[in-house]
């Protein structure tokens, strides 16, 4: 894995790279590609609703302002390859029972989904967290029907904490700690 710290502006800056994947910075040149992932109904069954393209837009924003905030955020998964979209992941502060907590999160294409890559991008940001934030825990809030979102929390090293209320409907909470590498 391999990461650079955010520099700023509409260039889709490479943030990690994996064996097979590519996480950059999302752009609005990514409308579309985030339009279809957010609009899917199957990427989003676990959500109240697929999302419309203005929200794609909104998400893209949140994203960007996240880099400029915290140096983290979501972030356009590739496929090396091909330069493929496949999705997006990344980190995301989110509100637990009052307190701050940082997210893993991801979304794959159906059509690339099993392929492995929610987990080895999921990876790259777990480490990430650790490695370069120097984060000591990370959480997944996954929908409790949601199993191979769980696969991939477990496949992380995430283990269920508990269940709670998260964003209208109750959620499985999933977490880990993660210590940063002892630095010489």
């Known amino acids: 894995m391999s990461s650079a710290p955010h520099q700023g502006g509409d260039n889709p800056r490479t943030v990690l790279t994996t064996p097979r994947l590519i996480l950059r910075e999302m752009t609005s040149a990514d409308l579309g590609d985030m339009a279809a992932l957010r609009g899917d109904p199957e990427v989003m069954r676990y959500y ?5 393209r203005d929200e794609a837009q909104a998400w893209i924003d949140g994203n960007q302002q996240l880099y400029r905030r915290r140096g983290f955020g979501l972030w356009v998964v590739l496929v090396r390859a091909t330069g493929e979209f496949a999705g997006d992941c990344g980190l995301t502060p989110q ?4 307190a701050e907590e940082i997210e893993v999160g991801y ?3 159906v059509g690339l ?5 929610a987990t080895e991008a999921a990876t ?7 490695d370069v934030l120097g984060l000591r825990r990370l959480i997944a809030i996954i929908d409790p029907a949601n199993i191979p979102s769980q696969r991939v929390a477990a496949k992380l090293g995430l283990e269920e904490e508990g269940r709670t209320t998260v964003h209208g409907g109750r959620r499985v909470i999933y977490s880990a700690t993660i210590c940063p590498k002892h630095r010489a």
């Open 48 to 52: 109240p609703a697929p999302k419309r």
């Open 95 to 98: 509100r637990v029972d009052g």
């Open 107 to 109: 979304h794959i294409r």
């Open 113 to 117: 989904q099993g392929n492995g890559y």
């Open 124 to 130: 790259a940001c777990r480490d990430f967290a650790r």
